[in-house]
């Protein structure tokens, strides 16, 4: 960060709805450190009870990979017919997989 920097490090904050719920993305926000991150996530997506849980994760840490880049990453791989389940036999009483 440089001395005209005045707003901080961009954060993004993760918000978990209910208790045993996956955590969403709910936007981004500004700090110079964690502390700051969490009471501004707080403060700016959780003012009206939306979530139980908050995560923040500095944006300059989350590694990503687009199709541009990596295309192979995401192949489909279809010589690994384990990963198909049409050979399966359902078990009855089961109805929703």
């Not at 700090?31 to 501004?40: G, K, L, P």
């Not at 590694?63 to 690994?80: A, C, I, M, R």
């Amino acid at each position: 960060m440089s001395n005209t920097d005045t707003q901080g490090e961009l954060w993004e904050v993760f918000i978990q709805s209910k208790p045993g719920q996956s955590f969403k993305h709910a936007g981004a926000i500004h700090a110079f450190d964690r502390e700051m991150a969490i009471e501004n996530a707080r403060d700016t997506y959780t003012r009206r009870g939306e979530g139980s849980g908050l995560w923040v994760v500095r944006s300059k840490d989350i590694v990503s990979v687009t199709p541009n880049e990596e295309g192979y990453f995401f192949d489909p791989s279809n010589d690994k017919v384990y990963r198909n389940p049409t050979f399966y036999e359902m078990p009855e009483g089961v109805k929703h997989m």
